[in-house]
């Protein structure tokens, strides 16, 4: 690999071991817990200059991302994704200043692609041919794409019957190899470690540590797109709970090099039927409880042993922020009323954020006055099945003027003029 000159090493949340970055390792080989990366130096001089001075984007910070300089990354231009002032929605959850950062404006659809455009490009650096994953959809569909790029190989396991048509298309697309299995996502991520550590197969879900630095980036868009005033909260669906932890790693690196003197409070949200975070949070515990059968409409947080739970408890309460629970009816309405309100059409997992919100404000845990970004992870076309199930079917009538005129009066309360 030539003369070695990572700017960072691994270090294990638990023991604290250290690890050379040229090693292929997921977990600490002593105590197997998660490892997180670590720079040598956050002492980076005109760092904020340099980056005003680039498109806004994962790879605007390449700095503080673990790749080589001399390593090209593989990229679909991800990031740079739109932060909208939702005003009408914010009056109608009783916010003064709301925004949604809208993260199915990535390449492929969802928030993933964030981590895949480091990881990919980890995998092509450490000469891996193979990459895999377990998935519920969104991590598959980025995989796949970011593999087809690089030129190598992508396996995917999902959850037999589990994944939304949408999702499963663009992974069939990219031509990767797509394995169902017969149980949910839990398994068939145990399956893949086990698959990654015994063949020359590098694993891209989140436990591996190079992912979730990309879609820390998603914090420093954040600071850029609201400078000089970061969010006091940043609201985040929960699932495997790599997006939250990430995400919080990222403000505390801005705050690290000085680019931010406060950090926002981390607020996540989970589906009722797969909440252990959650509840860990409300109950005061130091470990989850896994959901052996998790069941939500909300597919892509459809996981009840996140392996990610420790780093986001230590977020969320690092932070100042909790954990709300939501009902598969209250994230429905939530995208529903985001669509309507602001024209932002997200999928189940991404409409937990709203729904959560509703309740930390209903609750006080969320000031009205305080400025806060929902994080959205995926767009709706994600799972456009949701939709055809629980919102209304397209009228049909005949094809005359009467006909037209009276289904629009019955929808619209006859607001037509005489």
Avoid at 52 to 81: A, F, H, M, N, Q
Avoid at 249 to 264: N, S
Wanted: charged share 25%; aromatic share 6%; hydrophobic share 40%.
């Amino acid at each position: 690999m030539g003369e070695r000159r990572f700017n960072h090493i691994l270090r294990c949340i638990n023991c604290g071991r250290t690890f050379d970055p040229e090693e292929v390792l997921y977990t600490c080989s002593h105590c197997g817990d998660l490892l997180t990366v670590e720079y040598r130096e956050l002492d980076l001089g005109d760092i904020d200059e340099r980056w005003r001075g680039r498109p806004i984007s994962v790879w605007r910070y390449r700095e503080i991302l673990p790749i080589l300089d001399s390593t090209k990354p593989v990229t679909l231009s991800e990031g740079g994704t739109g932060l909208h002032a939702c005003d009408r929605l914010g009056k109608l959850v009783g916010l003064k200043e709301l925004y949604v950062k809208n993260e199915g404006e990535n390449p492929t659809g969802s928030f993933k692609d964030r981590g895949m455009t480091v990881g990919v490009t980890k995998a092509v650096e450490l000469g891996m041919r193979y990459v895999a994953c377990a998935s519920t959809g969104n991590t598959a569909a980025s995989l796949s794409a970011y593999a087809a790029r690089a030129g190598i190989r992508c396996i995917i396991l999902i959850p037999a019957g589990k994944v939304a048509l949408g999702k499963l298309v663009q992974s069939v697309a990219h031509g990767a190899k797509v394995i169902q299995i017969r149980g949910n996502f839990d398994q068939a991520l145990k399956i893949v470690r086990e698959l990654c550590s015994k063949e020359k197969i590098y694993l891209l879900n989140s436990v591996n540590p190079y992912r979730l630095e990309g879609q820390k980036t998603l914090a420093f868009e954040l600071r850029d797109q609201l400078y000089p005033n970061p969010p006091e909260n940043v609201v985040v669906p929960v699932g495997n709970a790599g997006n939250i932890s990430a995400i919080w790693k990222g403000f505390c690196e801005l705050k690290a090099l000085g680019l931010i003197e406060e950090t926002p409070r981390m607020l996540g949200v989970q589906a009722k039927g797969a909440a252990p975070i959650a509840h860990a949070v409300k109950e005061g515990l130091d470990e989850i409880e896994p959901v052996a059968k998790p069941e939500t409409v909300a597919t892509a947080i459809r996981i009840g042993a996140p392996v990610n739970w420790k780093k986001a408890l230590r977020a969320v309460r690092d932070s100042g922020g909790t954990v709300e629970v939501v009902s598969d009816e209250e994230i429905l309405e939530a995208q529903r009323l985001l669509a309507r309100s602001e024209g932002i059409f997200v999928e189940p997992a991404s409409a937990s954020s709203i729904a959560g919100l509703k309740k930390f404000v209903a609750s006080g845990i969320v000031k009205r006055d305080e400025r806060t970004v929902c994080v959205t992870t995926g767009h709706g076309l994600k799972d456009p099945q949701v939709i055809l199930d629980n919102f209304p079917s397209p009228t049909v009538v005949d094809a005359t003027f009467e006909s037209v005129r009276e289904a629009i009066e019955s929808s619209y309360m006859a607001i037509l003029p005489a």
